[in-house]
């Protein structure tokens, strides 16, 4: 009898765990694919707050000629795998997100628009815009994961 209820109880107790997990890493991981679900939701944010100055798909701003560049204007990086942002961790884009650059006040603070369940939604709409490699190698260990 009591071990007959132990194995019943065992894989409810393992299911639970494992939806909680899953809830909590469901919008995106730093070195994981993001979640399609809050891809799609941070989408619609980026085109509406960031677009402007991060391009289409994350592209970036053109670089202006270092001549003409005023001092301290700073462009907006790239955000698709085709600069640095994927040497980042999911915290550590969205602490830049929603504290902004403490360099230009051209990339501000977005904690008085967003939570920080957006910002981790933003960030899985950038992800979703990288490919393997940068996904695989995501964060501190891009320098050993070439
Ligand atoms: C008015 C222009 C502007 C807007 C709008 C803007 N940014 Fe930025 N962003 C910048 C600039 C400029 C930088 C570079 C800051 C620096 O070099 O210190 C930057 C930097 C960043 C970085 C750091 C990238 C890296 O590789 O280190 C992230 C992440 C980022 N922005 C995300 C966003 C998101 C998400 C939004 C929309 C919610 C947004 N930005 C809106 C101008 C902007």
Request: with cysteine.
């Amino acid at each position: 009898m009591r071990i007959a209820s132990k194995t019943s109880t065992l894989p409810a107790i393992a299911g639970i765990a494992l939806a909680v997990s899953f809830a909590v890493g469901a919008r995106a991981e730093t070195g994981k694919p993001p979640d399609p679900e809050a891809a799609k939701r941070g989408a619609g944010l980026y085109a509406r707050y960031c677009v402007s100055c991060h391009g289409d798909k994350g592209r970036g701003e053109p670089p202006i000629p270092g001549s003409i560049r005023l001092p301290g204007f700073f462009t907006a990086p790239a955000l698709d795998d085709s600069q640095h942002a994927w040497h980042h961790s999911d915290e550590a884009l969205v602490r830049v997100i929603l504290e902004g650059s403490p360099r230009t006040d051209r990339m501000p603070a977005w904690k008085n628009v967003f939570t920080s369940e957006d910002a981790f939604d933003i960030v899985a709409y950038l992800k979703s815009l990288w490919g393997n490699r940068a996904l695989e190698c995501q964060g501190p260990k891009h320098m050993s994961c070439m």
